[in-house]
């Protein structure tokens, strides 16, 4: 038997093994990348607003351990002799809502799990999307406006104080947007936690 002979039973099991390795790269491949297709998809609905309840003028709506409701929206006349000079092309609005949480919330790792990473913005009838005034902004406006009152705290600062005490809570944000815009209005309610749930209410600004 020749040395070439002596090898070749050998060599087969190894030639399957190559063959088995090389079909096999597509499939481990294929499996990866659907892996990290999946792990993408999950972390967009956990980020995103996705299903959206709206909550009818007058009523609540659970969301987050807590029954949420709007309480008022209303435009700020500005221009000359009022405290709060606005151009004619815009328009302040103000939006007030209300939080009543299911009851008390000792833990607060447990509080904020549930409350933090608020956010409440503006959408017109065109899709638009505007984000609140800042809290130094808003703060300074709810002073002009109102200087002997407590300013109402926006969304993120509020939902630091939502169930320690099992009380409603207020929550206020100011959107400046265009004159034009100002109609077919409403807000979108969410929080990191409770996504890719949240709530919208559609306005009817005094």
Do not use: N
Request: proline content about 7%.
């Amino acid at each position: 038997m020749t040395p070439s002979e002596q090898a070749l039973p050998e060599s087969r099991p190894a030639t399957r093994w190559y063959w088995r390795s090389l079909i096999a790269i597509p499939v481990l491949l294929l499996a990866v990348f659907a892996f990290g297709a999946r792990v993408d998809i999950l972390d967009y609905v956990a980020s995103h607003e996705l299903r959206i309840a709206t909550v009818k003028p007058g009523e609540a709506a659970p969301y987050a351990r807590a029954d949420w409701s709007l309480v008022s929206a209303q435009f700020v006349d500005g221009g000359e002799g009022t405290r709060l000079p606005l151009s004619k092309d815009r328009k302040l609005l103000i939006v007030r809502l209300k939080a009543v949480p299911e009851g008390r919330v000792v833990d607060e790792a447990q509080r904020q799990a549930i409350w933090l990473g608020c956010s409440l913005t503006l959408l017109d009838g065109q899709g638009q999307r505007w984000s609140p005034l800042s809290f130094v902004l808003s703060r300074d406006i709810s002073r002009a406006l109102e200087p002997k009152s407590t300013p109402v705290a926006g969304c993120f600062e509020a939902a630091r104080s939502i169930g320690l005490d099992g009380q409603p809570t207020l929550v206020e944000e100011k959107f400046l947007l265009p004159s034009k815009a100002a109609s077919d209005l409403s807000v979108r309610l969410s929080f990191r936690s409770a996504l890719p749930d949240a709530l919208s209410f559609q306005l009817e600004p005094r």
